[in-house]
């Protein structure tokens, strides 16, 4: 039995399909259970910053006293002065805040809005983009590159994560589980640009591309100890033969950039998740990916991810969100827990975790017998 070491490197091991002490235990709850635990309305965490969410999941990890897994760095990205200016109205009522933003962009009026709930998570209730030809200079502002970072809030998030896991900086990459937020008509609207308007559909693409390649430069100077890729859903949203065209490219160049300066990449992708995992583990850099669902919610079986892939890449998951971790006994989640380090962690590389985002009213008990059960049987 090796010796206890901190959670960041714990983690940091870990993610780089080497051995630890333990299996870590990292369970998905960076959103609804910090908001919760701060009882306050959830608008005053996302919308107002008290506190910030990034403190209250902070505050999270030493309660449940998981391995955390800090992706929150606020790069503050500078981006040079748009043209068009926001206005912003509040409306509350009993139990939720209407955030509405208007502005102008060489003289095309548009708007958006964000309704903030009481308990759980905000939700664009208007989109910004109508059309993509009409709504192009836009959609060109909202993709430039940054000019510049801010790096006090980095150091500040640093100095309070501590050794409670490593410290990670987010990026998303091009594809309809990113875009689809901002257009109007969501995803059926963009399968409908897919194939109606390709020429600006690539547009978009390289555009975005262009973009967080150069906040990875960014990210990387900053010199986080993980890198996150996140999307929600790049299957699910899109099917294997867009997500190739238009996510796979970038995913390809950001982890090749993270591996030559030295610093792991982690890739986040709810939903259906098999082919990303194979696509991955033989054609990117990265080193490690999550949560790996298993059916319905997603694709994977952990046992055969391990077995076809383990030796590439590190993993990490995959308790069921709800049917386990929501709605199951702490006896379910003992046996789930057990079954997935027995599945995925001999020889190192497997995180235990859950699938995307454990609900808001997860009971504490079942996190903490998770925990329990990393700290016990996962030992190696």
């Not at 095309?108 to 964000?114: D, L, R, V």
């Not at 970038?250 to 030295?262: F, N, P, V, W």
């Not at 850099?285 to 046992?303: K, R, S, T, W």
Request: net charge negative; hydrophobic share 35%; charged share 25%.
């Amino acid at each position: 039995m090796q010796d206890e070491i901190s959670s960041r490197d714990r983690m940091l091991l870990t993610m780089k399909n080497t051995q630890a002490d333990r299996v870590p235990v990292a369970p998905d709850f960076s959103n609804m259970i910090p908001c919760r635990l701060t009882e306050k309305p959830f608008w005053e965490v996302y919308y107002f910053g008290d506190p910030p969410l990034w403190k209250a999941y902070i505050e999270a990890v030493r309660y449940f006293g998981t391995d955390g897994w800090f992706t929150d760095g606020d790069m503050q990205f500078q981006y040079p002065r748009q043209r068009y200016e926001a206005i912003e109205e509040l409306n509350k009522y009993p139990d939720r805040w209407i955030v509405r933003r208007r502005g102008k962009m060489d003289g095309a009026p548009y708007s958006w809005e964000t309704t903030y709930f009481q308990g759980d998570p905000p939700t664009e209730t208007e989109k910004p983009i109508k059309d993509i030809d009409a709504d192009w200079d836009l959609i060109r502002s909202w993709f430039l590159p940054p000019n510049g970072y801010n790096p006090d809030i980095l150091k500040k998030q640093r100095e309070e994560l501590g050794e409670l896991g490593p410290f990670g900086i987010s990026i998303p990459y091009p594809g309809f589980q990113h875009w689809f937020g901002l257009f109007a008509g969501g995803l059926e609207t963009l399968v409908y640009w897919y194939y109606d308007k390709p020429d600006r559909i690539e547009e978009l693409r390289l555009l975005h591309e262009a973009q967080v390649l150069s906040q990875m430069e960014m990210i990387l100077d900053a010199k986080p100890d993980f890198v996150l890729l996140g999307a929600s859903g790049t299957i699910t949203l899109q099917s294997p033969k867009i997500a190739r065209h238009l996510s796979l490219p970038a995913i390809q160049k950001l982890t090749k950039m993270a591996k030559e300066a030295g610093i792991p990449t982690m890739l986040h992708s709810c939903g259906k998740e098999k082919i990303l995992v194979k696509w991955c583990a033989e054609e990117t850099d990265l080193n490690c990916i999550n949560p790996l669902e298993i059916p319905p919610m997603g694709d994977c079986d952990l046992a055969e991810i391990k077995r076809l892939y383990g030796d590439k890449i590190a993993l990490m998951g995959n308790i069921h969100t709800t049917k386990v971790m929501l709605m199951g006994t702490v006896d379910d989640v003992e046996r789930a827990a057990c079954e997935a380090i027995d599945a995925a962690a001999e020889g190192g590389g497997f995180i235990l975790s859950t699938g995307d985002q454990c609900g808001r009213d997860t009971p504490d008990n079942n996190i903490f017998k998770l925990v329990e059960v990393a700290k016990n049987y996962g030992r190696y």
